[in-house]
């Protein structure tokens, strides 16, 4: 089974830059479509970013020209570059990993990171 951990939160003031991790092991992170998703308080979990096994990249609307979605094969690591950061964009931050043949999230066949506190604030 994939193991995934994520780091890389805090806080930051608004304009700001933060930039997350998530170590895959157990598998290569090549093997799997990998995702950012977040959750605000009071709100579901949303989907923030993806990268497919492929190297496909899709963006929600919301944080398109903002953040960026990278994968380093040789580090077995995805990466959230957030740039310009909004206070709507406090959340708690997970990584995501589905098989190529899934949806990024799909329950019961997605493995998650522990997730990772971004409070932007002034």
């Known amino acids: 089974q994939v193991q995934l951990v994520d780091s890389g939160g805090g806080l930051v003031q608004p304009a700001g830059s933060l930039r997350f991790s998530c170590v895959v092991s157990?598998?290569?992170?090549?093997?799997?479509?990998m995702a950012w998703f977040r959750q605000a308080p009071g709100k579901q979990r949303e989907l923030v970013a993806y990268i497919l096994n492929g190297g496909s990249i899709e963006y929600a609307t919301f944080v398109k020209g903002r953040f960026t979605i990278s994968r380093v094969n040789a580090e077995n690591t995805v990466y959230l570059q957030m740039n310009s950061l909004k206070l709507e964009d406090t959340a708690i931050y997970y990584c995501?990993?589905?098989?190529?043949?899934?949806?990024?999230?799909?329950?019961?066949?997605?493995?998650w990171g522990q997730g990772t506190q971004v409070t932007v604030s002034s």
């Open positions: 157990g598998s290569s992170v090549t093997s799997y479509n």
């Open positions: 995501n990993a589905a098989p190529p043949l899934r949806t990024p999230g799909t329950p019961g066949f997605s493995s």
